[in-house]
């Protein structure tokens, strides 16, 4: 259990179009769900938290008009790069996190999205 | 401010080596602790979790991990390593006075076993 997917895995685009990724939760309901972005060898840095019916909290730094986080269901959760530049290209990975009382426990990690952006 | 720190950027160790990735924390409340595994160009797997309880926590893969609360530590081990535990492990922490479930990531640590 507890299995998180993302589309695509890998995405080529012109510099000027929008990228839209896709985080599912398969096998449980995420009320939270995480998008991060992990540059070359260092860790991940936090863009931004979804939750499922509201606004998504953006992380100090991250444009909001840039990086488009919708969350319309409890097991879907989208991130639209709009007008990508080079400067976006990266790799983006979504988790979810499974809900258990108070507190928000384990995060479970989407398999991640490369971006290349030309 | 809350942060997690691996000092080691690279561990390598021997096959068939006990292996130890250190963390330490400093995390408000009782912070959750967590190991996650990441294989290249891939997302992160969890390895374990520190809620309460045992200080010894069993995770997947026969890894394990210490919580030490005086000294703020968290480090991950292995009886012994396996060529295939070659990746690269993140320690995380969440907020114990937050219900938002923030983690909070160290950088990160390549850990190499040789055959």
């Known amino acids: 259990g507890a299995v998180v997917s993302q589309h695509p895995s890998w995405v080529i685009c012109k510099s000027g179009t929008s990228v839209k990724i896709e985080c599912r939760s398969l096998d449980f309901q995420a009320t939270t769900m995480f998008w991060y972005r992990q540059f070359p060898k260092q860790s991940l840095m936090l863009m931004a938290t979804s939750n499922e019916g509201s606004k998504a909290t953006y992380e100090q730094g991250v444009e909001k008009d840039k990086f488009l986080i919708n969350h319309a269901s409890l097991t879907l959760s989208t991130l639209t790069v709009t007008s990508a530049h080079p400067e976006d290209s990266s790799f983006y990975i979504c988790s979810a996190s499974r809900p258990s009382g108070r507190r928000k426990e384990t995060q479970y990690f989407g398999p991640g999205t490369r971006l290349l952006v030309l | 401010a809350q942060s997690v720190a691996q000092p080691e950027d690279q561990v390598n160790v021997a096959e068939g080596n006990p292996l130890t990735v250190k963390c330490t924390y400093s995390?408000?409340?009782?912070?959750?602790l967590f190991w996650y595994v990441q294989y290249p160009n891939r997302g992160l797997q969890f390895l374990l979790k520190?809620?309460?309880?045992?200080?010894l926590v069993k995770g997947s893969y026969g890894f394990e991990a210490e919580f030490n609360k005086s000294q703020t530590s968290f480090h991950l081990k292995k009886p012994s390593a396996l060529v295939s535990d070659s990746a690269l492990y993140f320690c995380?922490?969440?907020?114990?006075?937050?219900?938002?479930?923030?983690?909070?990531f160290g950088r990160g640590t390549q850990l190499t076993v040789w055959p």
């Open positions: 520190y809620i309460t309880g045992d200080n």
């Open positions: 995380a922490a969440q907020d114990g006075g937050s219900t938002l479930g923030r983690l909070y």
């Open positions: 995390v408000s409340g009782n912070p959750y």
